[in-house]
């Protein structure tokens, strides 16, 4: 199996700080990987980096075998590199329904089409159900998204992602404010996603890690320090150094 | 929380299209039972109502990258001014004074003007695309003033005759002619408008202006989009500007004001903002209560005006077609 996204020896320092040092990351179709990393460890310049909203220093990122390194945000998620965000962003006043036609009519090449409704088309209105019947989102189709509750709001932003058919997927912490009893449905969507799909979640929450992902890569002050099994991770003397910092270093030391 | 999820009563996938195409076509009827009564209830204003038309193009035109796209102008007048003169040029120095080919004209004109202002406005967010939309206007004010030989400069452009409307409706002195043809192309524009806001293109733009970044995130074009409805949004106001310099005959630099521009603002405020409704709304009550107020008092009347404006933004944030919009669905939200 070809790799369809590839990361290779990205840098990135602001100043003198070097936030991301020689990262690379491979994922092949299908892959579940997790991205963790404690506070600070340059989760956010690392996934700004490779969406193309900051230019590397050096380094490059390949997406489905071609090089997208100079491209700016938009035209990478043309090429199927596809992000959701931490704290939602949809819009207040559309309905479900209406965000994710407009995703698969911009999809298509058809959102800048002056005439027409998109419920008159019955591709898209066929391929939005389908999507809110996945995410279990029916029954609030035509509510205006304000109105409809985080948990949803969240199931309603994976829905955004899978509608522009991407190849890779960077999820940002999806399930983050999303009340307890919800993030059953939220796991649920997680695991129903495409089984050709690359994913890289960047996520707080262990729990979720461990169930969701089969590879997990650690971040730490900006280097990679651990790419390896879940299993693993937790037995990693690195991992945990940079995790509990230099006391349990000291302890282990003494 | 799951609770409220729960009790969330399952909504039928509802047929919105013909509940939309009915109310549009309601409003067209409206629209033309208005114009109707005008005619009869004004006989001897009828070059007002047929400015007033012209203005709600530029107002509706206004609506659609402020209302719809969250673009703040004030020189918006230069998009009309461009239409107009464009319009005019064309009947004083190259002879084409058939009324459709001069709109056509305009509505070029406009579309240029819209070009060129949109890609010099966008460049800026927030106060500074204001301050540049109201350079933008200066200048095209400016340009208009230097370019005497073509535009007549201060003077204005005089001497515009059409020929009549399919060579029997002569643009007569009672504005008879004028106005049955700008009734009948605002409400073309408008029929257009309410489909173009309802197209997927329309969609994108209501997403820029709720959320640039995640229309972003799935792959289009902020800035191409925006642009793009900067140029519909000239055609719309060149139409206005022509329909102005046909029914006045004349074209002068205040349809390159920024008092103009202003004005046509606060005139979609006063009417609601995000609707071409609210734009015809605000278009008509603005200019008739000034025409009114400055004929019943002449030496206050700009303060009656502003007090009335005033009160509007403070009571009805919303514009009186927003604001009547929120009663009627409290009051539907009380009966049921």
Redesign the interface.
Known sequence: MSAVFQVQNLKKAFGGLAVTQDVSITLNPGDRVALIGPNGAGKTTFVNLVTGHLVPDSGKVILAGNDVTSLGPTPRVRQGLVRSFQVTRLFPDMTPEEHLALAVLQRTGRSGTIFGHYQAKPDVMAEVAELLHTLGLDHIATRRVSEIAYGQQRLLEIALALALKPKVLLLDEPAAGVPQSDTPRIEAALAGLPSDLAVLMIEHDMDLVFRFAKRVIVLAAGAIIFDGSPADVTKDARVREAYLGSYANDRSAA | ??A??HT????P?????PNWLARDLIGVAVILAVAVLGYFLFPNNLALLTRILAIALLVLSIDLVTGFCGVATLGHAALFGAGAYAAGIAAVHWGITDPFLMIVIGAVGGAVAGLVSGAVILRGHGLAQLVLSIAVVHLFHEAANKASTYTGGSDGLAGISPDPIFGMFGFDLWGRTAYGFAVALLVIVFVLLR??T???????C??IK??P??V??????VHG?LL?MYV?SGVVAGIGGALNAISTQVVGLDSLSFTLSAESLVMLVLGGTGSLYGALIGTVSFMWFEDFVSAANPFHWLTIVGALLIAVVLFAPRGLYGSAQLLLERFRGAGK
């Open positions: 929380m799951a409220v999820e969330s009563i399952a909504k996938v509802q047929s919105a299209r489909l173009l309802r197209s997927p293109f329309g969609m994108l209501r997403g709720e959320d970044i995640r972003r995130a799935m792959g289009a074009s989009t793009k519909i």
